[in-house]
């Protein structure tokens, strides 16, 4: 098939954000992306809460809201997809404009705020995916409707409905965009809140994976505590981390006023430094999911070394687009294999044992 994306690209770059998100979304949906047809290299293989990837690269939430292309992001050579953040009811997310650009940091300001189509129609496209057949490893990010006051209610609705349906779910406690979701970090609301998921789980007769999507933006004690929680709770795994509410100095002044979180290149060095703790608190037990900033082979690399089993990323993607995702596969591997790692697995939080 002809590769149009070159010359839809600059396209979609001079479209305004969103529209140019809305566009990809459908150049998915129409096939108008080809795969990358290359072999994953046979190092990247790799076993996680009993899922076997053929490599840990995988799409971070927020890409496919409506879980719409799950299919045709794993034909880009993703590992994984993680549809979603989906909330029980449909709702609109912020106004306009909510995602911004800023090219000279290679990052990303979005406070989209769970716009997104509802439960009930996300779940029943998993359903049309499982009658057609599979696709891969295709988990689910939950979240909670912003009028909602029972979060715990919300996120529940969530798992019933998808954990028969997803690979893994996702807990998604670390939006800065949904007034008052991160205090469900805090150690007696997040315990309660894990645990009436697990309960939900449990109803399910189902046992997928259940994991926790924490922010950057936490003080040593919220980390403490949260690998406390984690540990007690008997949940699955972490994703590490979600975008920040900081403004380094590399972001221009009038973007860096935009409200929301911050994700791409600036957010590499902290959210790796965060990801390294939990796996230190955590003493290794707890699969970690690494996102943050990746926009290359070497820095996936260096979220493996911090701990990582599985890495996620999406800005990068707005700059590079569907190239980037072979361009960290082929890199991983050769930094694997320059450093003597046969695998992944091997990897895994190398640096906390140097
Ligand atoms: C436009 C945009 C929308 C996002 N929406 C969600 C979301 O709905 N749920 C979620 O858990 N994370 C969401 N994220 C966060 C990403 O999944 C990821 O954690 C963060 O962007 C850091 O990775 P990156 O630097 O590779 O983008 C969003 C990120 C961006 C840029």
Redesign the pocket.
């Known amino acids: 098939m002809i590769d149009l994306y070159p010359l839809l690209r600059p396209l979609i770059m001079a479209a305004d954000p969103e529209r140019a ?1 809305t566009l990809t979304v459908l150049a998915l949906r129409l096939g108008l992306v080809p795969g990358d047809p290359r072999p994953d290299p046979a190092s990247l293989a790799t076993t996680v809460f009993g899922l076997r990837f053929p490599n840990p690269v995988g799409m ?4 496919d ?1 409506n879980a719409e292309v799950p299919a045709a992001v794993l034909k880009l050579g993703f590992g994984f997809a ?1 549809p ?2 989906v909330t029980p009811r449909p709702q609109p997310g912020n106004p306009r404009p909510r ?1 911004f650009r800023v090219p000279t940091a290679q ?2 300001i ?1 406070r ?1 705020g ?1 716009n ?1 189509r509802g439960l009930e129609e996300f779940a029943r496209r998993l359903e049309d995916l499982r009658g057609i057949g599979w696709p891969g490893i295709v988990g689910a ?1 939950v ?1 909670k409707n912003k009028e909602q006051e029972d979060a715990a209610a919300d996120y529940a609705a969530g798992i019933r409905r998808l954990a028969p349906l997803a690979d893994y779910l ?1 807990v ?1 406690v ?2 800065p965009n949904t007034p008052g979701l991160r205090t469900l970090q805090s150690r007696d609301a997040l315990a309660a809140l894990l645990d009436a998921c697990l309960a939900a789980r449990t109803a399910t007769g189902t046992k997928t994976p259940l994991l926790v ?1 924490v922010a950057p933006d936490l003080t040593d004690e919220d980390k403490q505590d949260i690998a406390a929680v984690v540990l007690d709770s008997g949940i699955d795994g972490m ?1 590490i ?3 920040t509410l900081a403004r380094p100095a590399e972001i221009p002044a009038d973007l860096a006023a935009q409200a929301g ?1 911050l ?3 600036p ?2 060095g902290p ?1 790796t430094r965060v990801l390294g703790e939990f796996y230190r608190h955590l003493g290794g037990r707890v699969p970690l999911v690494g ?5 290359s082979g070497a820095d996936a690399y260096a979220k493996i070394r911090a701990g990582a089993s599985l890495v ?5 993607m ?1 700059y590079g687009g569907p190239a980037m995702v072979g361009r960290v596969k082929q890199e991983l591997a050769a930094c694997l294999a320059r450093d003597g790692f046969a695998s992944v697995a091997d990897a895994v939080g190398a640096d906390h044992r140097a």
Not at 60 to 63: K, N, T
Not at 291 to 295: H, N, P, S, T
């Open positions: 998100h971070a939430a927020g890409f809201k993680e979603g953040t995602l990052a990303v979005n989209y769970f997104n990010n979240g996702v998604n670390s939006s999507k994703v981390s979600n975008t979180g994700s791409g290149r957010l590499m959210s996102v943050g900033g990746i926009a996620q990323f999406y800005s990068a707005v």
